[in-house]
């Protein structure tokens, strides 16, 4: 058990669908995470939150708009999505920023997306 | 920059084998180093690490060795099982670095022949 839960586990849509990924971390860590992960391409860090922050955005097209109201809770809201953008959406929590042993990731099982 | 080099995949062993994935890397600090596990269909998950040069992380009957002289992290297991197949990736995280990042490498599939 991770301890990070992400609904919904399958997700098709349409171009012009809009949608929400969800992310819960029950460990009561500060920082979150969204991945990509795409077939034979490495994993690609998107959004890093610290204290319900944005910290990081790695270019990230802005059809991808992460949501963060608290550090349990990350939302990545999806509109007018590519056909390049199907992969395996990942969240991750640590115990956050400059925390001691705060490096650990811990990732939920992730979100596979398929856009037609 | 920082950097994770890991050896390609596809890895086939037969049961009981004797495993080793190499992984190098680079960093201008003192990194943590990891290793991650993705199981068919799940997300990734911490097999071991290490913080400090010198330290081994072990864990399933996996074990790594952080070697500073040589910027090395080598998973290492005596005996494969068919359950050990997965995608398996080897990673940094830099505490001097001002975001929580962790670098990862591409990963290496592994396959465990019965």
């Known amino acids: 058990e991770t301890g990070v839960t992400q609904t919904p586990r399958h997700l098709v849509m349409g171009m012009t669908n809009k949608k929400s990924l969800k992310c819960e971390q029950h460990l009561g860590h500060n920082a979150m995470y969204w991945y990509k992960q795409s077939a034979k391409k490495p994993l690609e860090l998107m959004f890093v939150y610290n204290f319900k922050e944005q910290t990081e955005n790695n270019s990230v097209p802005s059809r991808f708009s992460p949501e963060c109201p608290n550090s349990s809770h990350l939302f990545l809201h999806l509109h007018t999505l590519q056909p390049e953008d199907s992969a395996l959406y990942l969240c991750a929590s640590s115990q956050g920023l400059w925390t001691s042993g705060g490096e650990t990731q811990y990732f939920g099982p992730g979100t596979r997306l398929l856009v037609l | 920059g920082d950097s994770v080099t890991q050896m390609e995949g596809p890895v086939t062993l037969s049961e009981e084998a004797f495993l080793t994935i190499n992984c190098t890397y680079t960093?201008?600090?003192?990194?943590?180093l990891f290793w991650y596990v993705q199981y068919p269909g799940e997300g990734l998950q911490l097999l071991l690490k290490a913080t400090k040069a010198d330290d081994k992380g072990s864990n399933k009957g996996f074990e790594a060795t952080y070697r500073k002289e040589t910027t090395s992290f080598h998973l290492e297991k005596g005996s494969v099982q068919v359950s050990d197949s997965a995608v398996y990736f080897c990673a940094l995280s830099d505490p001097d670095s001002s975001a929580s990042k962790i670098i990862f490498g591409s990963g290496t599939r592994l396959s465990i022949r019965p």
């Open positions: 960093a201008t600090g003192y990194p943590s």
